[in-house]
């Protein structure tokens, strides 16, 4: 094997070989990415600034919308579970 041939990951005939940069990346919808966490914690925060009084649904829909304008996908439960977040933070 030259170094033409030989898989970059060092790993010889390995199945991960063209892949092994991939899977060390971060994907951008990835909800562990930083910039995604800290897009969300934001989110949340104009929310609460924005509706301080609104009910757990206003305050879902609100973080859904700003969700889907960051292009950030969440499961509806975890929407659901920052909406109580927000509203119980008004108590």
Do not use: C, F, Y
């Not at 951008?28 to 995604?36: F, K, L, M, S």
Request: no cysteine; glycine share 10%; aromatic share 0%.
């Amino acid at each position: 094997m030259n170094d033409e041939t030989k898989p970059r990951d060092g790993h010889g005939d390995s199945d991960r070989g063209a892949h092994a940069h991939d899977d060390r990346a971060g994907h951008p919808g990835d909800e562990r990415n930083p910039g995604t966490t800290a897009t969300v914690a934001t989110i949340l925060a104009e929310v609460r600034d924005t509706a301080p009084m609104a009910g757990r649904e206003q305050i879902a829909e609100m973080i859904r919308a700003r969700l889907d304008r960051a292009g950030i996908e969440l499961p509806g439960d975890e929407i659901d579970e920052l909406a109580t977040q927000v509203t119980e933070g008004h108590d």
